[in-house]
């Protein structure tokens, strides 16, 4: 195998580039391939959650904190605009600030990248590079681009989303061979159209919500139609917004993924024609909001059936993996392939469970957001307004127990007065001290 570490990282968005910064700061090599010819600001908010100290370690906390909101509530509004419920992200008498040392960061998503990309030298970032094939030849992996370009690394990591060609190779080679799970075979379904985006800044006269402390989300659920609309007011007097469309009912997973094209912007013109009328509770209607929003920034995309992104949480996980692969890529004894594979499976038993709550949550929470009739509101007003105040702290206290720093940078001090259990520094860390070995 090759002496030196080369880590080639396909896709330019949070994921990617979170993994960028994190081997920056370890020295490692590394090189970033993106489809487009410039990243645009699409997409709409982000929940940074049990992410702070990480940020804080990259010396990029500060920044962020300037362009994010604190996230305060979410709410769930009839069609008629009349509230229904209400989860407060802090229980009552509880000071999440104090106890947990910050809270969840609204942020919109384009912010995040502009401060993660600053970080990234330019030259190590190439554009207009769509992967078509990946191959593994004697002691690398070899990626070819649709330019008639190839490169070669040790590591590949596919951070090109959910319809990754990465994925997609390494899932055809594992197939060929008889290794693919019978679970990964199965054609990926979605179960929702979205559109998102945010707007320009607006004036908080006419949005006096622009003014307010906390991020508050208001969510719409349509009553006989099978839409529900989200709207966030994000830092800089902006609003980020979201519309998902349920299409279960729209033939099969398959049949939807043939008729559906992703970024087009025709869908997505055509899907804004079709809500344009919803109402929007900061007054007036969505149609409003859309004309607000820059063209260009509007994105149509399908939520896949195994990961429903309510609040960016597919980012957020995402982020927290590649944390635990630069922990673990920088604490490799060598680079031979029964090292590599050594870390893939530590990675593997690391980041699955985690990932498995994360879906799981991910369809309750879409099916208590899109579940009609009686029963659903029943259900939402029980779970939303019954919950005790124990069992809300409990639930607090699980989601913040663990929380892994990165382990070759000093660490960050934990601020509130719930302490999480972490991970141990870097075995490569000079004895005594909290600075990290040279590579």
Known sequence: MASKLHVLIVGCGTAGLMLANLLEKACISYQIFEK??????????????TLSHI????GIYDELMAVSKKFGALHLVQEDLKHRNTFNARAPGLDVEEVYGDYTQVIARYDLIR????????????????????????????????????????????????YSSVRQNMYKEMSA??????????????????????????????YPVLNDEFCEFQIIL????????????????????MVTEDVRKNGTAVERNFRFSEWDPDSAKNMCDKVRHLPCPYGGTLGDILDETPKEVISKVMLEDKMLPFGGQGATMAMQSAVTLAN???DMYNVTEPEITRVFKQYYDTRSGPGKLAVNSSHQTGSVMHMRGTFGNVFRHIGFNWMPRWAMKKGMDSYNGYKEQISFLPFAKFRGTFVP??????????PGSNIAMAV
């Open 115 to 162: 401060v993660l990309l600053s970080r990234i030298p330019p030259h190590k970032i190439l554009y207009n590079k769509r992967v078509l094939s990946t191959k593994h030849e004697d002691d690398e992996v070899i990626i070819h681009c649709h330019d008639n370009t190839a490169y070669g690394g040790t590591i590949l990591v596919g951070a090109d989303g959910a």
């Open 55 to 58: 940020f804080e370690q990259l």
């Open 36 to 49: 487009t010819k410039e990243l645009k600001p699409l997409g709409s908010a982000i929940a940074l959650t």
């Open 421 to 430: 259990r972490t991970n141990k520094p870097s075995r490569r860390m000079i």
């Open 222 to 241: 349509g009553k006989e139609i099978p839409f529900s609309w989200w709207f966030m007011a994000l830092q800089g007097n902006k609003i980020g917004w």
């Open 177 to 206: 061979k008889g290794l693919l799970p019978k679970i990964d075979a199965k054609p990926l379904g979605y179960d929702y159209d979205c559109l998102v985006g945010v707007t320009k800044p607006l004036d908080p006269k006419k």
């Open 328 to 330: 673990l890529l920088f």
